[in-house]
């Protein structure tokens, strides 16, 4: 019963994103940013449907079951505080800009060597991110249907694949409509039945007023924080969000619909968070058993709650999947292959047939990783600490500071990523988990390195960016190249649409 009403989920979904791949209508503008005719509701979903996948549940329950509520929730909590800060300060510029992926930013702001740079930086992490949405559905896909782990994933790939070639952005905002109302309605049926069932219980010294977890190290302080600054700060370097935040219809579309959805990613996750610390604390589950909340659903709740929270997490999925691979594709194609949109009537769009095939081999390997890998709310997270200690400070203060140069970003992107590697095939452990994607074994970096290990890879970036970008400021030549770059993405954009109160790409 519960697979099959899952099922039925998973179905309208992929009808809903296959129906509405007709708006493509052959254009690579309308496929990867949709047209830019996207209001609040759609782009406040897809944005929630991205932040609240299977990595911020699935996830959050266990590390909060197994550690305490900041462990877990700040999962949700960071991606929370991204889309605040999003909202905030970039999503009007940004969007003003007219960019196509977030790789066009570092062409336009720092050159054609940055753009590449950033690219392949950026889908190196973003094929973590979509192997830690596949791990939870192979999970599920075991757990229910008795699928074998691997086959899970491989079905789900091919399903998530199939709209999201068929209607690019276009299918995963409106799909997103679908799943969002499905994992709010979970998420609250969920809290109600926890609460008259059990009462929420939470275990001494792991609750969110427990704050011993944010200033303690012994209570993984350290842990909690490099989550909240990796999720908060590293996210906003997100291909995926980005790319929806280009697809709102106007600067202002666009920050509304960041602060929606950051209210409700905060108010999810944390509903999860608590249902987690019950489940410990009453029924004794813990993550060494298998994901905590499978275990919850399959052994106690009542079969409706089991299949809402269960299509609600699949369809989250679907969606965060569907981003990645989306944006993915198209930086790849686009910003290190160097292929263009054509607005030539009667043309076929080569940027739309390249991104559609570069979007095959993504799925095969982010697929791989997650059969090697069987990790969630890790693999999120890393691949957040990739983002931000390599892009977040060129990124951020790009858009502010007209200072910083090729040089700054290069070195300090380069240095960002040397650090942060080294370290992680050194640790021991991850966020609190045995490091079993890479790891030497050795003397020098230890358990209590935890956690640390991120800030210190991006205090290493930062440094670098600010003082490479005071000794050595942009050059006559970089601004002449912003200038070029910005008048390639004007002559792409001749024939596009403009939102009501938008603003022309700044010169």
Do not use: H
């Not at 194609?333 to 739309?352: C, E, H, S, Y």
């Not at 994607?437 to 290493?460: E, H, K, M, S």
């Amino acid at each position: 019963m519960i697979i099959l009403g899952v099922g039925i989920t998973v179905l309208a979904v992929l009808g809903v994103g296959i129906i509405v791949a007709k708006k493509v209508d052959g254009d690579s503008e309308n496929f990867l940013v949709a047209g830019r005719r996207l209001g609040v509701p759609l782009v406040a979903v897809s944005l929630t449907a991205a932040a609240v996948d299977a990595n911020a549940t699935v996830g959050n329950t266990d590390l909060t079951a197994d550690f305490g509520f900041w462990s877990g929730a700040s999962l949700a909590l960071g991606l929370a505080i991204c889309l605040l800060l999003a909202g905030l300060f970039l999503a009007r510029p940004l969007n003003a800009m007219r960019l196509y992926t977030l790789g066009d930013y570092f062409r336009v702001r720092y050159g054609r060597r940055t753009e590449v740079t950033a690219s392949i930086i950026m889908s190196f992490a973003f094929t973590i991110l979509l192997a830690g949405n596949l791990v939870a559905c192979g999970f599920l896909m075991e757990r229910f249907a008795n699928i074998p782990y691997a086959w899970g994933i491989v079905l789900v790939a091919v399903l998530v694949v199939a709209y999201t070639i068929a209607g690019g952005l276009f299918s995963d905002a409106y799909t997103a409509a679908i799943q969002t109302t499905i994992t709010i309605v979970a998420a609250l049926a969920l809290l109600g039945w926890t609460a008259l069932s059990f009462g929420i219980v939470i275990p001494e010294g792991r609750g969110p007023f427990d704050l011993g977890q944010l200033t303690d190290p012994a209570q993984g302080a350290a842990i909690n924080w490099a989550t909240l600054v990796a999720l908060g700060i590293g996210d906003l370097v997100a291909i995926d969000f980005m790319q929806r935040i280009f697809g709102a219809r106007s600067p202002e579309v666009a920050r509304r619909s960041c602060f929606t959805a950051a209210a409700l990613t905060a108010g999810i996750g944390t509903i999860f968070a608590l249902v987690a610390l019950t489940a410990s604390a009453v029924l004794g589950l813990t993550a060494a058993d298998g994901p905590v909340l499978y275990q919850l659903l399959d052994g106690w709740a009542p079969p409706l709650i089991s299949i809402l929270v269960l299509s609600g997490i699949v369809a989250a999925s679907f969606s965060t999947a569907s981003g990645a691979i989306l944006a993915t594709s198209a930086v790849i194609v686009r910003n290190i292959f160097k292929l263009r949109r054509t607005t030539i009537q009667g043309a076929r769009d080569p940027l739309l047939t390249w991104t559609r095939l570069a979007m095959i081999p993504i799925v095969v390997i982010g697929g791989f990783v997650a059969i090697n890998v069987s990790q969630t709310g890790v693999l999120l997270t890393l691949a957040f600490d990739l983002m931000l200690a390599c892009l977040a400070a060129p990124f951020i203060a790009g858009v502010f500071w007209r200072r910083p140069g090729r040089v700054a970003t290069l070195v300090s992107a380069a240095l960002g990523l040397v650090v942060r590697l080294t370290l992680l095939v050194l640790q021991p452990t991850i966020y609190g988990v045995p490091n079993d994607i890479l790891y030497i074994p050795n003397d020098l970096v230890t358990a209590d390195l935890d956690g640390w290990v991120t800030l210190i890879a991006f205090g290493v970036s930062l440094a670098a960016f600010f003082l490479l970008s005071w000794l050595s400021p942009r050059t006559e030549d970089e601004l002449a190249d912003e200038l070029e770059a910005i008048e390639s993405l004007r002559a792409e954009q001749a024939e596009a649409p403009r939102g009501r109160d938008e603003v022309p790409v700044p010169a």
